[in-house]
């Protein structure tokens, strides 16, 4: 069964795989002290900026919590939209392993705007409440949109204007750079991001996502926290290696925009029948729509995908680096007949 269900049901770029066999040879000193680990963490401050400090962990879960508690107090807050990943699916991790509470905004495009922290701007120097400390937006969003270099640029103004730090989840963060046709750098700490989650599982690793920090006074004591949060890699070479070929070449923009071009092309196509509603506009890989509810069950018997919102039969399907032109237009065919029926 092939799915549209995530870009992290793919398996792994060849050209990654080839990392992992060449680093799996001989002996490497264990923790990160190994000729792999030390050209990563060189080659993301060539990508992210020669001040930033990198560090790798198994999961994005991990790479959001860690950022997090790293920068907060437990009687700080997070600002961040209802939708937004650590506030959704993340299993309520943020706030157990932080103990710092979110403070949630609703927005209907999934995007962060200043004027919607408002209610909490009154929180500050009072004891009773918990004080806003960081605001944490998704490059792009769990609905598939995107924030513009000018509009990341006025949040990280607005955060710093108020003595906040602005942490970017970038699971999706190389979708982001290539719609944008801007780099990673530009996107993130060019714009005035303080901490970035940058994904590699959603884009054709198998498995690794790392915290970068804007500076090293961010990123003071925190490998104790990450060897505390047990995300302090034995075999690290295994994630390292996979890092060095995602950005060697920008190769996370080649798996990044192919995923992006099917998304756009599965819309194209859908766009075609009447009975389907495209609900967002594809700007990455994510392409959201409604269908008539008695045919979803039937097309996830040859499909799997989730349903992003039963109450009004949306649906969520999700293009990946693999994905090819012919297994869109098949699935296009399948729920072409599957209306027709």
């Given at each position: 069964?092939?799915?549209?269900?995530?870009?992290?049901?793919?398996?792994?770029?060849?050209?990654?795989?080839?990392?992992?066999?060449?680093?799996?040879?001989?002996?490497?000193?264990?923790?990160?002290?190994?000729?792999?680990?030390?050209?990563?963490?060189?080659?993301?401050?060539?990508?992210?900026?020669?001040?930033?400090?990198?560090?790798?962990?198994?999961?994005?879960?991990?790479?959001?919590?860690?950022?997090?508690?790293?920068?907060?107090?437990?009687y700080e807050a997070v600002?961040?939209?209802?939708?937004?990943?650590?506030?959704?699916?993340?299993?309520?991790?943020?706030?157990?392993?932080?103990?710092?509470?979110?403070?949630?905004?609703?927005?209907?495009?999934?995007?962060?705007?200043?004027?919607?922290?408002?209610?909490?701007?009154?929180y500050f120097d009072f004891?009773?409440?918990?004080?806003?400390?960081?605001?944490?937006?998704?490059?792009?969003?769990?609905?598939?949109?995107?924030?513009?270099?000018?509009?990341?640029?006025?949040?990280?103004?607005?955060?710093?204007?108020?003595?906040?730090?602005?942490?970017?989840?970038?699971?999706?963060?190389?979708?982001?750079?290539?719609?944008?046709?801007?780099?990673?750098?530009?996107?993130?700490?060019?714009?005035?991001?303080?901490?970035?989650?940058?994904?590699?599982?959603?884009?054709?690793?198998?498995?690794?996502?790392?915290?970068?920090?804007?500076?090293?006074?961010?990123?003071?004591?925190?490998?104790?926290?990450?060897?505390?949060?047990?995300?302090?890699?034995?075999?690290?070479?295994?994630?390292?290696?996979?890092?060095?070929?995602?950005?060697?070449?920008?190769?996370?923009?080649?798996?990044?925009?192919?995923a992006n071009a099917m998304?756009?092309?599965?819309?194209?196509?859908?766009?075609?029948?009447?009975?389907?509603?495209?609900?967002?506009?594809?700007?990455?890989?994510?392409?959201?729509?409604?269908?008539?509810?008695?045919?979803?069950?039937?097309?996830?018997?040859?499909?799997?995908?989730?349903?992003?919102?039963?109450?009004?039969?949306?649906?969520?399907?999700?293009?990946?680096?693999?994905?090819?032109?012919?297994?869109?237009?098949?699935?296009?065919?399948?729920?072409?007949?599957?209306?027709?029926?």
């Amino acid at each position: 069964m092939k799915s549209f269900g995530s870009d992290n049901h793919s398996g792994v770029h060849p050209k990654i795989l080839q990392a992992l066999v060449q680093a799996n040879q001989e002996h490497a000193i264990a923790y990160g002290e190994d000729p792999w680990t030390q050209k990563a963490q060189a080659k993301f401050k060539e990508v992210f900026g020669a001040q930033t400090q990198s560090f790798f962990t198994f999961i994005g879960t991990a790479a959001n919590v860690l950022s997090i508690q790293s920068l907060l107090q437990p009687y700080e807050a997070v600002i961040c939209c209802t939708t937004a990943h650590i506030n959704i699916d993340e299993c309520g991790a943020p706030e157990r392993y932080t103990a710092s509470k979110l403070l949630t905004v609703t927005s209907p495009d999934g995007k962060f705007r200043p004027a919607l922290a408002a209610p909490y701007m009154h929180y500050f120097d009072f004891e009773h409440h918990v004080q806003p400390k960081l605001i944490s937006i998704t490059q792009s969003t769990e609905l598939g949109t995107l924030y513009s270099l000018q509009e990341i640029k006025e949040i990280a103004d607005f955060a710093h204007q108020h003595n906040m730090y602005l942490h970017i989840d970038g699971a999706r963060l190389a979708n982001a750079a290539a719609a944008l046709g801007c780099s990673l750098y530009q996107t993130s700490f060019d714009c005035g991001a303080d901490i970035l989650s940058f994904g590699g599982t959603k884009n054709a690793m198998m498995y690794g996502e790392a915290i970068v920090f804007r500076d090293e006074t961010l990123a003071q004591n925190f490998k104790y926290k990450r060897k505390q949060a047990m995300q302090l890699a034995s075999k690290m070479r295994f994630i390292s290696a996979q890092f060095l070929a995602l950005l060697q070449d920008e190769q996370w923009r080649k798996t990044a925009s192919h995923a992006n071009a099917m998304a756009h092309l599965l819309a194209q196509e859908l766009a075609k029948i009447p009975q389907v509603q495209i609900t967002n506009t594809p700007q990455v890989n994510a392409v959201f729509a409604k269908l008539p509810k008695a045919c979803i069950a039937q097309l996830q018997t040859e499909y799997f995908f989730y349903i992003w919102d039963e109450m009004q039969d949306e649906v969520r399907w999700m293009c990946s680096w693999d994905t090819t032109e012919e297994e869109v237009l098949a699935f296009v065919n399948t729920l072409k007949k599957i209306l027709a029926s």
